[in-house]
């Protein structure tokens, strides 16, 4: 790779994540705002039906791709349009078969998880979302091969939106578990409209066995790791939803939602920019090191103070926040969640860069390794714990992390506790500082003193020590 062409690529790492970032930091504060929202108007229960429901959605998600999506991301050289046809073709075919299944047993599902009418609504709504969703992928995929997220970010502002801005008019309503369905709607059918505007692809069907033989060698891998993770996440959740009380679920889903903020804020940002940037820097090593380095080090930056944040700020919220001290039996799980999604911002980057580099057995290994141990220990510590148990088993697993590190070290070289300790340290001193303020305090001005005191302290450290590191790409930001 010409030194140019680096240059280009590294420019749009930098303005793909920041990108990516300032769209999911807004459509965090979008959720943020419209879950506290929901969640003083909505029951832990009707939470429960929903984050049950979007489960087996997801589950039924995994099945409408085999891994050919992320086979025309992971290429080096630019797709045809039979390969496109190809994936966009057998896509649809995949998920129209799921749908139209899944419409006719839509009762029978509802009838095990003892689901109402409303709940029976929100499952068929969500499955004509999901439909919708999946006529998005090819344009989707032409923007990522560019490293284009600037306008890959605007469909998911508007489908973030529109999703809230329904489910809490028909929540004020009083139209309950319907509000999502509806919102779930609206969701998918502004997602299709703006995509296609953003990204324009002629619809083609056909399918290419050539195409297709091409890209199932690295497809059908990686959609194994997909069913991995849907095995061990989602099918959880349902098997969950059977053997606890939907308010419990409740608790669960918003214990692992607050805790994981700051993955889905930076960590999601960082692995969808790096995937196809990884990939194209696959034959250079050294640089491929480096780009690790330094999506690594952005990482630690913004992920360390955000999750401390969120556990030193958590409970003094829930007893200053009128009707929300209804969450606090979801406190424990939160914790636990929250030191657990710390060992996910470095281990799921590295199965990221391994797959780019198109080592995807390996990692197919690993999410093995952690399914069976997810399988094991959520049920016995459900059994010991209650509901607890689902995130002291997060915690528990969390420490098995460190073998994407090792594995990762074998193919590329580069450092990491080099670059990530001055994160680490500065995060401390911001706890150590602004924690005995909230011990004894009940009141919204303190906490909210106190809070920007926290991130105050934390933004001298960054500019006084790690000035240096952050000062070339600068630039690149506001560019």
Do not use: C
């Not at 050539?210 to 996440?233: H, Y």
């Not at 696959?282 to 913004?302: H, P, T, V, W, Y």
């Not at 915690?395 to 073998?403: G, K, M, R």
Request: aromatic share 16%.
């Amino acid at each position: 790779m010409e030194e140019a062409e680096v240059l280009a690529v590294k420019d749009k790492i930098v303005r793909g994540v920041f990108a990516l970032t300032t769209r999911t930091f807004i459509l965090q504060i979008i959720a943020f705002i419209s879950t506290f929202i929901l969640t003083i108007l909505l029951s832990p229960s009707i939470f429960g039906v929903f984050f049950l429901v979007s489960a087996v959605i997801s589950f039924l998600a995994y099945f409408s791709d085999i891994g050919l999506a992320a086979a025309l991301i992971q290429k080096s050289s630019e797709p045809r349009n039979d390969e496109l046809a190809t994936v966009f073709t057998i896509q649809q075919i995949l998920v129209g078969t799921i749908v139209v299944i899944f419409v006719f047993l839509s009762p029978i599902i509802a009838g095990f998880f003892n689901l109402n009418n409303d709940g029976l609504f929100l499952l068929q709504a969500l499955l004509v979302s999901f439909f919708l969703s999946s006529l998005k992928t090819i344009p989707s995929i032409l923007l990522e091969r560019k490293l284009e997220f600037k306008l890959l970010i605007v469909p998911q502002i508007l489908e973030t939106l529109s999703f809230y801005l329904v489910a809490i008019i028909l929540a004020l309503n009083g139209k309950g578990i319907a509000s999502f369905a509806w919102a779930a709607i609206a969701r998918g059918v502004i997602g299709v409209i703006s995509i296609y505007v953003i990204s324009p692809w002629r619809i083609s069907i056909g399918i290419s066995f050539q195409a297709f033989r091409e890209l199932i060698t690295f497809g059908l891998p990686f959609q194994a790791n997909s069913i991995l993770a849907l095995i061990k996440d989602d099918l959880m959740t349902i098997f969950l939803g059977k053997i606890l009380p939907l308010s419990q679920v409740g608790y669960i889903g918003w214990a692992k939602k607050w805790a994981e903020v700051p993955l889905r804020l930076i960590m999601d940002s960082v692995i969808r920019v790096t995937f196809p940037a990884y990939a194209r820097l696959q034959k250079d090593q050294k640089i491929l090191g480096r780009a690790i380095e330094k999506s690594l080090f952005f990482l630690a930056l913004l992920t360390f103070p955000a999750t401390a944040l969120l556990i030193i700020f958590i409970k003094p919220f829930i007893f200053i926040i009128p009707k929300y001290i209804k969450w606090e039996p979801a406190l424990s799980s939160f914790y636990f969640f929250a030191v657990a999604s710390l060992a996910a911002v470095f281990s799921s980057p590295l199965v990221n860069a391994l797959n780019a580099i198109g080592k995807i057995r390996i990692t197919l290994v690993l999410m093995i390794m952690w399914t069976v141990l997810t399988w094991f220990l959520v049920p016995f510590f459900v059994l010991i714990r209650g509901f607890n148990g689902v995130a002291f088993a997060a915690f528990i697993i969390s420490f098995t992390s460190f073998l994407p590190l090792i594995v990762m070290k074998h193919y590329v070289k580069f450092q990491i506790i080099k670059l990530t300790y001055k994160p680490f340290i500065a995060t401390l001193v911001m706890i150590l500082f602004t924690y005995p303020f909230l011990i004894y305090s009940q009141s919204f001005t303190i906490v909210i003193i106190t809070f920007i005191l926290a991130v105050s302290i934390y933004a001298f450290f960054i500019y006084f020590w790690m000035r240096r590191e952050l000062t070339p790409y600068i630039p690149r930001f506001i560019r």
